[in-house]
């Protein structure tokens, strides 16, 4: 099952800034913090992942919790086209990635 | 810029027939996955692959089999398909790094009458 949790759905105006939390309170010191999406019809994307410091890239920017048990995910200024799931994920023990049900992003122009 | 290639893209079986799904991956990448994504719900782990000749089962492995006699194929094989197999499969690949990003092709559409 995920360790991770997150709300069901969120909804965002487009060129606004999006933040989308992520509960991970079982994370171990090792885990790393995953972050993909998945656009309708697709196979889910990489976005960005962490392990204890704030991470920038070209998408998005990691904020991840001084503790580690909680993170956010965000998008500077929302488009139609980051309108996807978004799914927080612990790294399980073989690298493969256990996804829960992520939230719906919905943005409106 | 290939990256994981998943064919057919669409399928429908009837109940008892068998079928290969193909994955293939031009970045050689020694770690490979495949999932199922039933509706509204998230990816399920059916088989993983360390390497050629490597393979181990995932969270719902039950129906399916897999080979892995290269690096860049990744075949999952379902044989006597029932209805619960109605699903999306969606293959993956990484580098052996254990935190490097997954790849995931489009994803193979299977319904099973």
């Known amino acids: 099952d995920a360790k991770t949790t997150q709300p069901n759905s969120m909804e965002s105006n487009e060129e606004e800034p999006v933040h989308l939390p992520c509960n991970h309170s079982?994370?171990?010191?090792?885990?790393?913090i995953h972050w993909y999406r998945q656009l309708p019809s697709q196979g889910p994307e990489y976005v960005i992942h962490g392990l204890t410091s704030n991470v920038n890239n070209r998408m998005a920017s990691l904020a991840i919790a001084e503790d580690r048990k909680s993170s956010t995910l965000i998008l500077h200024r929302a488009t139609l086209r980051d309108a996807a799931v978004y799914y927080c994920i612990q790294g399980g023990s073989q690298g493969n990635l256990i996804f829960g049900k992520g939230t719906k992003l919905s943005v409106k122009p | 810029n290939a990256g994981v290639t998943q064919t057919p893209k669409f399928r429908i079986l009837k109940i008892g027939q068998s079928m290969t799904l193909q994955c293939t991956q031009d970045m050689n990448h020694n770690y490979m996955y495949w999932y199922r994504q039933d509706p509204g719900m998230g990816l399920k782990l059916i088989y993983y692959?360390?390497?050629?000749?490597?393979?181990d089962k995932g969270e719902v492995p039950n129906g399916y089999n897999v080979s892995r006699s290269t690096t860049e194929d990744f075949p999952l094989r379902l044989e006597l398909a029932a209805p619960s197999q109605t699903s999306v499969y969606f293959c993956?690949?990484?580098?052996?790094?254990?935190?490097?990003?997954?790849?995931f092709g489009d994803g193979t559409r299977l319904s099973i009458l």
């Open positions: 079982t994370i171990s010191g090792t885990d790393y």
């Open positions: 692959s360390v390497g050629a000749g490597i393979t």
């Open positions: 993956a690949s990484r580098p052996t790094w254990r935190n490097q990003p997954q790849h």
